[in-house]
């Protein structure tokens, strides 16, 4: 706990990621300034809520901006206004500064009092008005995470919400899948893809968690994990201290956490049916070879999104 005027100590650097935090950095002077928007995309475990987080820590620390947070949830994802219950209920205690009409709009939307659901652009006038009155003090960040799950009502109203933060000091900053679709509009919002680590800073990441792992399986890892940083921390899980020390060989295919298999099934569940067909066939050859290579060749176009 820091003693009174303390100063928080600098978040540490993300492994790889100097040139998306500068454009992160530059998105929140700005927010914090005259309002803006950013969308994070890349495929899952590859760091986006990494960098989000970093970002909400930066924003809080060195700008003394207020944070709101909000993750999608599939489970959530039919449920009209939940993300936007997540995120502006703990700013829903007091509304009495707010005309009545936004102050109706907003109550209703959040659960508040019953009433037929509130027209967008009515709400999203309301959820302006309510920003604009929070950041006079204070800079406002708000954090979407997982936006692709995130349910149509809360991302088609704050996607009206995003185009419109100009003047607001209030800045909104989302992630999302990039072979996922949602609700939320985001053509006009300035993007920032995330890449796989390259191979240097992938195995530097490795040496930084577990300097002991013998140099074999740090390379083996890193050329299983494709940059990716979820995968690399969780190819290094799943192993014993043996095979982490080179004292046992590492088997033909390295083991999955349950996190690795849920991070797999979601990148082959979004490839066509085809595709899907030729790597099940790949994964249950054992050997033979000739027979797989000749459906392989014959069908290189169905191969290509994999």
């Known amino acids: 706990m820091l003693a009174p005027g303390e100063a928080a100590p600098p978040s540490p650097p993300l492994a790889g ?3 998306e935090m500068a454009v992160v950095d530059a998105f929140l002077e700005q927010a914090a300034t005259d309002g803006a928007a950013l969308v994070v995309t890349g495929e899952a475990g590859i760091g986006k809520s990494a960098l989000l987080a970093l970002a909400a820590r ?17 489970f959530e994802a039919d449920l009209s206004y939940a993300g936007l219950h997540q995120l502006l209920m703990a700013d829903a205690a007091d509304l009495s500064s707010l005309s009545a009409p936004h102050r109706t709009a907003l109550e209703t939307a959040l659960g508040l009092r019953t009433g037929a659901p509130p027209e967008r652009l009515l709400l999203t006038s309301a959820i302006l008005a309510l920003l604009q009155q929070l950041s006079a003090a204070a800079p406002v960040l708000l954090v979407l995470d997982d936006v692709h799950w995130m349910d149509r ?3 088609g109203v704050l996607s009206l919400v995003a185009r419109r933060l100009q003047g607001t000091r209030t800045g909104m900053l989302l992630a999302q899948r990039d072979t996922e679709e949602s609700f939320f509009d985001r053509s006009t919002i300035p993007e ?11 195995a530097a990441l490795l040496r930084e968690t577990r300097p002991d792992l013998h140099t074999a399986v740090r390379h083996r890892i890193v050329a ?6 979820l995968a690399i921390l969780e190819l290094l899980r799943a192993l014993t201290a043996d095979q982490r020390s080179g004292a046992d060989a590492l088997p033909a295919s390295l083991p999955l956490t349950v996190r690795l298999r849920r991070l797999f099934a979601d990148r082959v569940t979004a490839l066509p049916a085809p595709t899907r067909r030729l790597l099940l066939l790949a994964a249950l050859d054992h050997g033979a070879g000739a027979a797989l290579m000749r459906v392989v060749a ?3 176009a169905d191969l290509e999104p994999a």
């Open 17 to 19: 990621r100097s040139a």
């Open 58 to 74: 930066r924003a809080d620390q060195d700008r003394g901006a207020l944070v709101r947070h909000v993750a999608g949830a599939e």
């Open 153 to 155: 009502a809360t991302a």
């Open 192 to 202: 920032l893809r995330v890449s796989p680590l390259d191979d240097e800073t992938a």
């Open 224 to 229: 299983e994990a494709g940059g990716n940083p």
């Open 298 to 300: 014959a069908s290189e």
